[in-house]
């Protein structure tokens, strides 16, 4: 191996190396990866953890506590067993929040990369755009998209996208606007790089680093919004278990059997809790500001 090759990997091994030193001495942050981590391995492997058929009623053991045999949450008004309804609903959360901030993320820092590089008319457009989206209230823009196009997993996806690339389009622009004339711009121009070029190369990888502080912090409000829509009833339909409708089912029955209710709300607060206290840590980490 040359010199060459090795400085970039040795670089890389001291950049994981002030991850994990960071981390570790955070032990917020390392619960909530650690929960997090946890989450996303139940939601993997959530046929696995499940026996036999999730929707299927049982009204021989309908509405019991938490803590009964074979039924460690206890089950629904229709028996079905509250645990495995829980996991099987972290798939749609964990698919829903990182599906919907990948595709916002890449949508909206593309069109933030080409309104502040281009300016004029095209910056003009795009961001009146985003301001007339942000006059509306998230959840409630959401709803209306979602009651527009359908339900269903991937409409409830394509709803977060489109409600949420504004905040990824507007912190682009931002950055942007202060790199545009920087002297390794100015530099790949004299050197004949086309537009494109300069705009991947060497203006995107500079903005990575609050893309993905923002997209962290996402991935709950996603998960909330998800959840939220699916209470309402536009969401993922029942038979299928999802947070939101768990606890939409379990409010009539909320005074007979608080778990319906507690165990699913409890489970989404603990995961926006833990993904907003994992994105603190990771903006302390990666935003040099913050460094002292």
Avoid: C
């Avoid at 990997?9 to 960071?22: D, E, I, L, V």
């Avoid at 959401?142 to 991937?154: C, D, K, P, S, Y």
């Avoid at 926006?272 to 002292?292: E, H, M, Q, T, Y």
């Amino acid at each position: 191996m040359t010199t060459a090759q090795a400085l970039p990997r040795a670089a890389t091994r001291g950049k994981w190396t002030r991850f994990r030193s960071s981390l570790f001495q955070d032990y917020w942050a390392l619960a909530a990866v650690a929960f997090l981590a946890l989450v996303v391995l139940a939601a993997i492997a959530a046929p696995l953890l499940v026996s036999g058929d999730v929707n299927k009623p049982d009204y021989g053991v309908r509405l019991k506590p938490p803590l009964t045999a074979g039924h460690p949450l206890g089950t629904d008004q229709l028996g079905r067993d509250v645990f495995d309804r829980l996991i099987l609903g972290s798939r749609i959360s964990v698919t829903v929040g990182f599906a919907s901030v990948v595709i916002a993320g890449v949508i909206g820092t593309l069109i933030g990369v080409i309104a502040a590089y281009y300016g004029g008319w095209i910056d003009s457009v795009l961001m009146r755009l985003a301001d007339v989206q942000l006059s509306f209230p998230f959840i409630l823009l959401a709803l209306v998209i979602n009651a527009i196009i359908g339900l269903g997993l991937r409409n409830i996806i394509i709803t977060l996208v489109i409600a949420g690339w504004v905040e990824y389009a507007r912190i682009a622009r931002g950055e942007i606007l202060a790199l545009r004339e920087r002297e390794f711009v100015e530099a790949a121009r004299v050197v004949g790089a086309g537009n494109g070029r300069i705009m991947l190369r060497h203006l995107l990888p500079n903005i990575v680093t609050p893309i993905i502080v923002i997209s962290t912090l996402q991935v709950a409000r996603f998960i909330v919004a998800e959840a939220s829509i699916s209470f309402l009833g536009f969401g993922v339909q029942p038979p299928t278990p999802a947070w939101g409708s768990m606890i939409s089912e379990g409010m009539e029955y909320i005074f007979a059997a608080w778990w319906l209710v507690t165990i699913p709300g409890l489970a989404l607060a603990l995961v926006a809790l833990a993904v907003n206290i994992a994105g603190d840590w990771l903006r302390d980490v990666l935003d040099p500001r913050l460094k002292v």
